[in-house]
Structure formats: structure tokens, C-alpha cells
């Protein structure tokens, strides 16, 4: 589904290279403060390294709201296939809000074409909200944002920008 990305220079760092780190910040838009107040003055956020996965699970009327944080990439395959079965238990709405994933690999692609496909075919009601830049380029990559995207009845702006 999401074979031959590669990075060109004005791509985000891959988090997997050891220099990578080095050059990665959180935007200052999605933090609510200056990215580089985010961690030691000395090194700066840079030394974060990947971020494990989290997942916060929250009701909003019927809708099942699964908020995702850290990065949504083959180290998180375990978390992710918890949730799946969570999800797919749900027998009503879902949505997926994004806003805290910084990294999205073809294993977090792969997790939000099934859970699209297992709601809408059920004829739930399915989201995907608050997509950050590099998540949105790796939709587009992939050739699902236009799917996604049309998911959300007011999709993040960046998002639909990556069209």
C-alpha cells in the first residue's frame, strides 16, 4: 500500500537514523508554547528520540474517541492491534484524533485503513481529526488522505493542504 517512500530534502528527518533526533521539534502551533522550550535548554527537544505510543480511550455521546500520542510506527504494532480489537468490539461512531502523532509509518497507515474499512462497512460513522504535517504527508504518499480525509466532516487543514 505505502511501498517507495522516500525522503526528499524538504521532507521531515527519519526518526529512525541516529541524527534524526537531532533535528526534530515539536510545531509550536500543535505544543501551545515555543517547541525549543519543550526540553533542556543545553540540547533542546532534539533528545526526545521516538516516542512510545499511547493511547487514551474517552466517550463523546455514542462516539468512541481513541486519542493517539507518540509515534504510530511498527514499534507501537502491539499497541495497535489492542486497539483495533477495541474498536472493532465498538458497535456504533468512531473517531481517531491524530493531533498527538508525530511519526506515522505504514503500520499506523495500515491500522487506520482497516479500522476505516471495518466502520464503514458496519455503516458506523468513522474519523480520523487533528492530523499533524509528516501524518498528512504520509497519507498523501500512500494515496488514502482523499479517504481519510473524507471521513472527517471538517478535516484538519493539514490534511486536506496535502492534497
Known sequence: MCRGIHRRPHDPPDPHHAHAAEQRALPADLT???????????????DLGP??????WTRNGATLVLSLAGYADSDAALELDEAARRLTAHDGPVE??????????????????????????HHHAFRVTRVRPHPAHVLHICGVHRLLAGTDPAPAPDLAAAE
Open 96 to 121: 481517531i484524533d491524530l493531533a498527538g502523532v508525530g511519526f506515522l509509518d505504514s503500520t499506523g497507515v495500515h491500522f487506520l485503513v482497516n479500522q476505516h474499512r471495518h466502520h464503514t462497512g
Open 32 to 46: 501551545g508554547a515555543d517547541a525549543t522550550a519543550a526540553g533542556p535548554t543545553d540540547q533542546g527537544p532534539a
Open 51 to 56: 516516542q512510545p505510543l499511547q493511547l487514551t
